[in-house]
Nanobody, 121 residues
Framework: QVQLVESGGGSVQSGGSLKLSCAYS????????MAWYRQAPGKERELVSQ???????TYADSVKGRFTISQDNVKNTLYLQMNSLKTEDTAVYYC???????????????WGQGTQVTVSS
């Protein structure tokens, strides 16, 4: 059974930092891209950052220079280091893994349950 379990969310003041973790298990992820998404209240889920199976990283413009995605393949854990947090970073953060093609669209096959990040001014 595939599991992605996020942790590390919490409340922090603007300008602060948090590090999210996503522990994954249940299959081989060696050929998988992995990503962090977030969803703020009343907004659509958005891609924050992803790392390809060969280590290429991409970031949403809104987090470039502030967030860093990384992966420990020994610990089977995906991380998101978030610095210089802003109130607009407040959202539920989800990790996702392994693209699949479904109805001619690529989407992630596996999702975590999410972890809340709240940034106050």
């Amino acid at each position: 059974q595939v599991q992605l379990v996020e942790s590390g969310g919490g409340s922090v003041q603007s300008g602060g930092s948090l590090k999210l973790s996503c522990a994954y298990s249940g299959r081989s992820f060696s050929n998988c891209a992995m990503a962090w998404y977030r969803q703020a209240p009343g907004k659509e889920r958005e891609l924050v950052s992803q790392v390809s199976s060969i280590g290429i990283t991409t970031y949403a413009d809104s987090v470039k220079g502030r967030f860093t995605i990384s992966q420990d393949n020994v610990k089977n854990t995906l991380y998101l280091q978030m610095n210089s947090l802003k109130t607009e970073d407040t959202a539920v953060y989800y990790c996702a893994a392994c693209y699949i093609l479904e109805s001619d669209k690529w989407r992630f096959a596996h999702w975590g349950q999410g972890t809340q990040v709240t940034v106050s001014s």
